[in-house]
T-cell receptor, first 115, second 111 residues
Framework: EAGVAQSPRYKIIEKRQSVAFWCNPISGHATLYWYQQILGQGPKLLIQFQNNGVVDDSQLPKDRFSAERLKGVDSTLKIQPAKLEDSAVYLC?????????????FGPGTRLTVL | GIQVEQSPPDLILQEGANSTLRCNFSDSVNNLQWFHQNPWGQLINLFYIPSGTKQNGRLSATTVATERYSLLYISSSQTTDSGVYFCAVLISSGSARQLTFGSGTQLTVLP
């Protein structure tokens, strides 16, 4: 079974530029998550989708971050405009359903550097 | 919100040694997962363990939910065990299913 796929793996941009990350979850996983991991810290949830609907985006900085999952499969996370403090690894995860006992499985991440 | 504390923050072992990593959490949780983040940043699932004990090869984990802690045991450590070990707890609020991570234990296994 293929794991969670993410691209690109690395991205370097200058502040105030825009950037987009892509995620394809494990086949059949209805729930998709985006996390931000700053160096030296654990990942922090940004947004959670159930199929193509947003379940929780309370920690997403909506003035600059947006995410969509239009067809309920793959997802895109965008930052516009980027700030220096957005430098981090962006991790995508998926799980089978919304039930509390479902494991989350993570992709390899996209490492973003903002100069 | 819930607090997740891991100890020790750093651990250096000689190959072949055993170790115990601890995760304390401040409130009741719906589930708990242990992850290994390898040097390339990939988070690898080790255990899904809301309660009880599980074993997988040289690794085992125990969660005592009533006392709000979990332990990860690594026996006969190998250099490939190096990396950061995270525990993460899940709390549900309505439909939200947020994993809250601890700050991790950085493990270095020396040859």
């Amino acid at each position: 079974e293929a794991g969670v796929a993410q691209s690109p793996r690395y991205k370097i941009i200058e502040k105030r530029q825009s950037v987009a990350f892509w995620c394809n979850p494990i086949s059949g996983h209805a729930t998709l998550y985006w996390y931000q991991q700053i160096l030296g810290q654990g990942p922090k949830l940004l947004i959670q989708f159930q199929n193509n609907g947003v379940v929780d985006d309370s920690q997403l900085p909506k003035d600059r971050f947006s995410a969509e999952r239009l067809k309920g499969v793959d997802s895109t996370l965008k930052i516009q405009p980027a700030k220096l403090e957005d430098s981090a690894v962006y991790l995508c995860a998926s799980s089978t359903r919304l039930a509390v006992y479902n494991e989350q499985f993570f992709g390899p991440g996209t490492r973003l550097t903002v100069l | 919100g819930i607090q997740v504390e891991q100890s020790p923050p750093d651990l250096i072992l000689q190959e072949g040694a055993n170790s115990t990593l601890r995760c304390n959490f401040s409130d009741s949780v719906n589930n708990l997962q242990w992850f290994h983040q390898n040097p390339w940043g990939q988070l690898i699932n080790l255990f899904y363990i809301p309660s009880g004990t599980k074993q997988n090869g040289r690794l085992s984990a125990t969660t005592v939910a009533t006392e709000r802690y979990s332990l990860l045991y690594i026996s006969s450590s190998q250099t490939t065990d190096s990396g950061v070990y995270f525990c993460a707890v899940l709390i549900s609020s309505g439909s939200a299913r947020q994993l809250t991570f601890g700050s991790g234990t950085q493990l270095t296994v020396l040859p």
